[in-house]
């Protein structure tokens, strides 16, 4: 059965939000109908849909400047236009539901409610899914005027931390009253969603999915050490932490060279690079800025080893890229993390530079056992992380 889905989303595309991007190409690719609401389109990152240009998916999504006429006297014409040619008393009902400004403020002022639910009237859209809980909050005041299809929603990162920290914004009542199904990422994910108050019948285990394209590499003894990370650069990636043990990696290994590329851009990314140069390690650190989805993947072959130093996680899907590339991972120990790598893997507390450097030098001496380590995980990737099955396990559930 062709599915016809409305993802509503808070920017797009984004660099950091290729799961996002893939989980709608591979619909359209199933033969399902995808449409696409964003509060944000964002023209400066039309590289994270280089190679999809066939699909249009920038020129087909829809915003709050694409749906709603430029002036109001447009928008009152238009509104009136839209109710005599609206037939279906249900549709109609919502319609005019739709513009009670003492219920639904300014958006019922504007008429943006209207708009779009005209938009999925006309598309005869049959579920929405919402990334992120302040997009699938906002989609849930749909669900409050009556709109009959299903809702769903993904949680993250900033989200739950930001209904874990209880904060504006962050309690989710719509969603936790209207939605039919909120996927959790990981386990943590799916414990966090429940500490904030989801009933459990709500909850749907979907990790991210990637395509996978396992690879291996000759992991030789050469004293050149290539580290990569991939993230934005912000406060909860705590590059800070992975610098100063870089500068202990330096001071406690002989003859090492080492340089290390940090692939994303960000609010940090001056204080970053000025740390760097009071470490004394600038003209080792390559800072590549936002790349799209071939260059990084380009970063995956060229390096030797992963690196993540993040003080928060949830599923980091670089964290999947990179042992699909065949790389092996250092990394600290917070969501899913674990959950990836497996238990014996080089996994650090966050905010320790010296245990940093202290499994960085371990895992060095271990060149030896990273290929039988790396197959491991790659079985993990293809038993719970393929996009092929995520994908099928997805049409299941808005289909159930």
């Given at each position: 059965?062709?599915?016809?889905?409305l993802?509503?989303l808070?920017?797009?595309?984004?660099?950091?939000?290729?799961?996002?991007?893939?989980?709608?190409?591979?619909?359209?690719?199933?033969?399902?109908?995808?449409?696409?609401?964003?509060?944000?389109?964002?023209?400066?990152?039309?590289?994270?849909?280089?190679?999809?240009?066939?699909?249009?998916?920038?020129?087909?999504?829809?915003?709050?400047?694409?749906?709603?006429?430029?002036?109001?006297?447009?928008?009152?014409?238009?509104?009136?236009?839209?109710?005599k040619?609206?037939?279906?008393?249900?549709?109609?009902?919502?319609?005019?539901?739709?513009?009670?400004?003492?219920k639904?403020?300014?958006?019922?002022?504007?008429?943006?409610?209207?708009f779009?639910?005209?938009?999925?009237?006309?598309?005869d859209?049959?579920?929405?899914?919402?990334h992120?809980?302040?997009?699938?909050?906002?989609?849930?005041?749909?669900?409050?005027?009556?709109?009959?299809?299903?809702?769903?929603?993904?949680?993250?990162?900033?989200?739950?931390?930001?209904?874990?920290?209880?904060?504006?914004?962050?309690?989710?009542?719509?969603?936790?009253?209207?939605?039919?199904?909120?996927?959790?990422?990981?386990?943590?994910?799916?414990?966090?969603?429940?500490?904030?108050?989801?009933?459990?019948?709500?909850?749907?285990?979907?990790?991210n999915?990637?395509?996978?394209?396992?690879?291996?590499?000759?992991?030789?003894?050469?004293?050149r050490?290539?580290?990569?990370s991939?993230?934005?650069?912000?406060?909860?990636?705590?590059?800070s932490?992975?610098?100063?043990?870089?500068?202990?990696?330096?001071?406690?290994?002989?003859n090492?060279?080492?340089?290390?590329?940090?692939?994303?851009?960000?609010?940090l990314?001056?204080?970053?690079?000025?740390?760097a140069?009071?470490?004394?390690?600038r003209?080792?650190?390559?800072?590549?800025g936002?790349?799209?989805?071939?260059?990084?993947?380009?970063?995956?072959?060229?390096?030797?080893?992963?690196?993540?130093?993040?003080?928060?996680?949830?599923?980091?899907?670089?964290?999947?890229?990179?042992?699909?590339?065949?790389?092996?991972?250092v990394?600290?120990?917070?969501?899913?993390?674990?959950?990836?790598?497996?238990?014996?893997?080089?996994?650090?507390?966050?905010?320790?530079p010296?245990k940093?450097?202290?499994?960085?030098?371990?895992?060095?001496?271990?060149?030896?056992?990273?290929?039988?380590?790396?197959?491991?995980?790659?079985?993990?990737?293809?038993d719970?992380?393929?996009?092929?099955?995520?994908?099928?396990?997805?049409?299941?559930y808005y289909?159930?």
């Amino acid at each position: 059965m062709k599915l016809k889905v409305l993802f509503w989303l808070k920017e797009f595309p984004k660099f950091s939000e290729t799961f996002i991007r893939d989980q709608i190409v591979g619909l359209i690719n199933s033969g399902h109908e995808v449409h696409i609401y964003t509060l944000k389109k964002n023209g400066g990152q039309l590289d994270a849909l280089k190679g999809l240009e066939d699909l249009h998916l920038f020129e087909k999504a829809q915003s709050p400047g694409t749906l709603l006429p430029a002036s109001k006297r447009a928008r009152l014409k238009s509104i009136r236009s839209i109710l005599k040619r609206t037939h279906n008393r249900q549709h109609k009902k919502l319609l005019l539901r739709s513009l009670n400004a003492l219920k639904y403020g300014r958006s019922a002022l504007n008429g943006s409610l209207f708009f779009l639910l005209d938009y999925m009237f006309t598309h005869d859209i049959q579920l929405i899914h919402a990334h992120y809980g302040p997009m699938g909050e906002q989609a849930a005041i749909l669900k409050q005027l009556g709109f009959q299809g299903k809702l769903y929603c993904t949680f993250h990162g900033f989200d739950l931390r930001g209904g874990l920290a209880k904060a504006s914004g962050f309690d989710f009542s719509l969603l936790k009253r209207f939605a039919d199904g909120i996927f959790a990422i990981s386990r943590y994910s799916e414990a966090t969603l429940l500490n904030l108050g989801f009933r459990q019948e709500q909850l749907l285990y979907l990790p991210n999915g990637i395509a996978l394209k396992l690879r291996s590499k000759n992991h030789d003894s050469s004293d050149r050490l290539r580290l990569l990370s991939v993230g934005r650069l912000v406060p909860e990636k705590d590059y800070s932490t992975a610098f100063n043990a870089l500068v202990l990696l330096d001071q406690q290994s002989d003859n090492l060279n080492w340089d290390y590329s940090v692939v994303g851009g960000g609010e940090l990314e001056a204080d970053l690079k000025q740390l760097a140069t009071q470490l004394g390690i600038r003209d080792k650190i390559n800072f590549t800025g936002a790349l799209d989805s071939q260059a990084v993947q380009e970063q995956y072959d060229q390096a030797d080893l992963f690196l993540i130093s993040s003080v928060t996680e949830v599923l980091p899907t670089v964290l999947l890229e990179a042992v699909s590339a065949g790389l092996p991972c250092v990394a600290t120990a917070v969501g899913a993390v674990s959950e990836i790598l497996g238990e014996k893997a080089y996994l650090v507390p966050t905010k320790d530079p010296n245990k940093l450097a202290e499994v960085l030098i371990m895992a060095i001496k271990e060149r030896g056992q990273w290929a039988t380590m790396i197959r491991e995980q790659q079985q993990t990737l293809k038993d719970n992380y393929d996009m092929e099955l995520i994908l099928a396990r997805l049409i299941d559930y808005y289909s159930a």
